[in-house]
């Protein structure tokens, strides 16, 4: 490939493996590999989140669909089965989601880290995970039980609004910036969340309505040392289904002329290039931020119906 794209990315066969189903009935892994920084992490963690009352839900042993970590670990998919964060590719696959592999990670044109997973969480509705991203912002220590080993710190830009339980979840999530340190990998990422209106980031709101989407938890966001030039758009979707809730998501950090339509969007790349993360670096970050995203949402799935029937009725 004159890309630099390594030639098995674009070839043949991945098409039948990346199509397996990671539901979460399906046989699970140990997660076997922590970075030393997030085992040392998950020691402050722990100590910090022993006395709040949510303690239970802090898992010490997090497990993940084999097949799903398996199709992540042979290799990055093919770019041509992706979707690029153009406002018709949000439209092809809000229209299309079941045409899509569950799970896969590559590098796309910019150059864009790029991760999609889809998943289906047994006994967990959108109105628990509505309840989630209004409620785990409020205590760094709710934001650790979501991912032990890699969730540092949370903050909001307006506490009193997300709290704030006479405004829907829109009024008190949407434009009220997430402020997380997290581990993708051994490096610990400041990262500044701008969740939006699904229109703001170019969702078509009468076309989620229509395939059944009742929460969007997107927006693009910047990195805490460069907080007015937008390196990342994150989709999150889910819909209610008979088997639980069905959550969609994709990840673009990088370049794609598309992303300059978010806020400064156009100096990202000055910005990718002085701190020296090329075409490798972001393959390489998209595959770390693929396993994070399997073990922090099969994770979530286990713990979220508990942690809403005892504190739902509290926030
Ligand atoms: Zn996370």
Redesign the pocket.
Known sequence: MSDGIPESVTQQDRGARNHVRSDLGSAATPVTYFAVPMQQQFAANEQAVATKPYAGAFAHDPTVPLDWAKSIQDGPMSPDEANSPTEADLAALVANVDSYADSGYTVLEGPTGYVQSRMVMPGVTSEMMRWWFVWSPLESERYTL??PQ??ISNWVEDPDRIADTSLSFEERFYNNVNY?K?Y?GSQALPIEIHFTTPSEIGLDEAALKAAGFTISASGYCCFGMAPEITTMLMVHLGRDTDQGMEWVSRYWIGTHPAMRRFPGGDKAAALFEKLGMDKDGLLNLAYELSV??MT?YTNLARILPGLFARFSKEA
């Open positions: 979501w991912f890699a969730h997380v997290e993708i994070h995203d922090e």
